[in-house]
């Protein structure tokens, strides 16, 4: 998470960066050399791996804090129906109904 919150606040937030990069080639890699585009480092960040990895970390932090509402509300309203909750609780999203797989 601590990556992720970094590189939301490199995005929202950006700070103007000179970027270089020296390439060490044969003549014959020369050409591909020249046609690759020097990256920041949130640029190499965004990587189809990492999204990956934040989105499972995100769900299974919704799952948990969802979850644990449930539980409370349970705990705090014991003659409703557990399937209550989904329509007391505020701000649950559409993805609830896979949540409680």
Do not use: W, Y
Not at 49 to 60: F, G, L, P, R, V
Not at 64 to 72: I, P, V
Not at 78 to 94: E, K, L, R, V
């Amino acid at each position: 998470m601590k990556k992720l919150f970094s590189f939301r606040d490199g995005m929202a937030h950006p700070k103007p960066k000179d970027l270089e990069e020296t390439c060490h080639v044969t003549e014959a890699e020369v050409q591909s050399c020249f046609f690759e585009k020097t990256k920041s480092k949130e640029e190499e960040f965004v990587t189809k791996e990492n999204a990956k990895i934040c989105m499972k970390s995100a769900n299974d932090l919704m799952r948990f804090l969802f979850e644990n509402a449930r539980k409370k509300f349970e705990k705090d309203h014991p003659a409703q129906n557990s399937t209550d909750f989904a329509t007391f609780a505020p701000n649950i999203g559409s993805r609830t109904s896979a949540m409680r797989k």
